[in-house]
């Protein structure tokens, strides 16, 4: 039995999604210098087929306002990660 | 004047304040922070209140309620979000018709549901009266 090694190629990253309470990773390594609104619909179409380990029975995968946080690799992470979640600000612009 | 708000657990309890550097009187920032401490909470959480640095009513501003609805989307679960000002507190829920109606519960709520102290403490972190840290 031989363990797997799992080399990312150069430019590519790993992308964590967090939806109606769950969390998972796309299985697929993603160009980690695709636009927020590429990632965004690469995260729907993912999650909306059920590819996404962790994630399941979302058939409405809007992440209209939600947010990627970028985290390029360290010596401690040895792979780019981009994260998708749900933005956080407030503000006193009434409607 | 600086916005302020605080996490809260499903009885009220203040679990986390949240007073980001870069606050001001109209807004506090998207922050990765905050979102961790509703994940890592999620089980027992209640929603968050924010101020609205004035006196009198207030209700929910377009960045407000877009927020509401994605940190609900994100979590799973419906929350309550108070707004604070000087002389108010108006709880808003999700009602239902459609993403964004997040309507006020009755005033007396707020009463029933947060300490006294814990509301001044948000208000006078809005007047920059007190900077309070995270236990």
Redesign the interface.
């Given at each position: 039995m031989t363990d797997e090694i799992m080399v990312m190629p150069e430019g590519m990253a790993r992308l964590n999604i967090?939806?109606?309470?769950?969390n998972g990773d796309v299985p697929d390594f993603i160009s980690y210098d695709l636009s927020d609104g590429e990632i965004k619909t690469i995260a729907s179409e993912s999650v909306e087929s059920g590819y996404v380990p962790g994630i399941e029975g979302v058939t409405d995968a809007?992440f209209?306002?939600?947010?990627v946080?970028r985290f390029p690799a360290t010596a401690g992470v040895a792979f780019n990660r981009l994260v998708l979640?749900?933005?956080?600000?407030?503000?006193?612009?009434?409607? | 004047m600086l916005?302020a708000?605080f996490v809260f657990d499903y009885r009220g309890s203040v679990l986390f304040w949240h007073l980001p550097s870069a606050r001001s009187?109209?807004?506090?920032?998207?922050?990765?922070d905050?979102?961790d401490v509703?994940?890592e909470n999620?089980e027992w959480l209640g929603g968050v209140a924010?101020t609205?640095?004035w006196s009198g009513r207030?209700?929910?501003?377009?960045?407000?309620?877009?927020?509401f609805?994605?940190?609900e989307?994100?979590?799973?679960?419906r929350l309550l979000w108070p707004i604070v000002t000087f002389d108010h507190v108006a709880i808003y829920q999700w009602h239902g018709s459609n993403k964004h109606d997040y309507r006020a519960l009755p005033e007396e709520l707020a009463g029933l549901l947060f300490d006294k102290e814990d509301i001044e403490r948000l208000r006078d972190l809005s007047r920059g009266r007190m900077e309070k840290e995270n236990d």
């Open positions: 967090t939806i109606e309470g769950m809007d209209t306002d939600f947010v946080d979640r749900p933005k956080t600000p407030f503000g006193t612009t009434l409607l | 916005e708000a009187s109209g807004a506090l920032p998207d922050s990765r905050l979102w509703l994940w999620r924010h609205h640095p207030s209700g929910p501003s377009g960045t407000d309620l877009t927020t609805a994605a940190c989307k994100g979590l799973g679960k």
